[in-house]
């Protein structure tokens, strides 16, 4: 009967680490034609690492450091979490009047100064050359570059870029060619800059990227397939995706992530391993058909 068989596979999809909220999400998995896929956290490690810090001419590479340390330290954002550990060595102050806008950036009082941490696109409007050279070296071979501004008494801004890079997982590759071979279309939406997104969609073999997404405009995205008769799972471990895992007519989200994502999820792979988003559809598919 229809509720045992879906009682099994939902068993059986606790043993292989995928955790489902109830067994009707099998039939939801099984009706699935377009995974669109998170970049940071999600296909990459998400574990990022400070490659270099690029001040403008004049800046002490140090202070944008430790100013964009002090922001972060509030922030659980892997890039913040980056910004903290490379910045160990240095006397990292505390942040006041801290704010955070999710696929943005960060910003706080640090001393007497408002700095500034986030995304080329918020605050790359006024950078001198050189730093604009790094943002786009930066990107051009897939890293994550965010701009650091220091606002000075005197009107003027204190210009820097850090780079960070991820690395891809190891299981992305094969996830995104089993899913194509599954007759399934990948799509990454990410918010990071568009250069960095497609170096990392050519990587792992996505043709489709939707990149400088805010949080709600992940949504849009979503509403956009699902408004052409597509059937659509959004999978995402950070804060930045929860709004997209609702609207996605599957959430899947990573065990690794944040528990804002897991709650917005429909469904949850244990060990961020992509090739279980694979496995889920097929086993839903298997379960599915012993039904009918
Ligand atoms: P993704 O979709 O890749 O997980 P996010 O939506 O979290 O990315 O972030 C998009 C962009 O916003 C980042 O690439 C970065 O430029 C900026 N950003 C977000 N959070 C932070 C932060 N805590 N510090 C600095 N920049 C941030
Ligand atoms: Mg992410």
Redesign the pocket.
Known sequence: ATPTALMVGTGRGAQLGILVTGPEVLEQTRRIDTVLL?????VTT?VMRVEKVQPAYGVDADRILAA?AA??SA??????KA?VAAAQHLPVRDVTDFT???????SGIVGSERVR??????LGGHLPMRLHQALDAAHGRGA????VGIDGDDHATEYGVIVVADTVKESSREAVSQLKRMGLTPVL?????TG??RFVADLVGIGQVIA????AE?VNAIKDFQRRGDVVAMV??????AAALAQADLGVSMGTGTDVAIAAADLTIVDGDLRKVVDAIALSRRTLRTIR
């Open positions: 998170d970049k940071t956290g999600t998400g964009a922001v972060e922030s659980e954002h892997p890039l913040g910004i955070c806008t999710e696929g943005v950036g960060v941490v986030g995304s080329a696109r918020e994550t570059a965010v701009v939406l990410t918010g990071d800059n960095a997104a400088e997404a805010r949080p992940k995402g471990d950070g804060i930045n995706d």
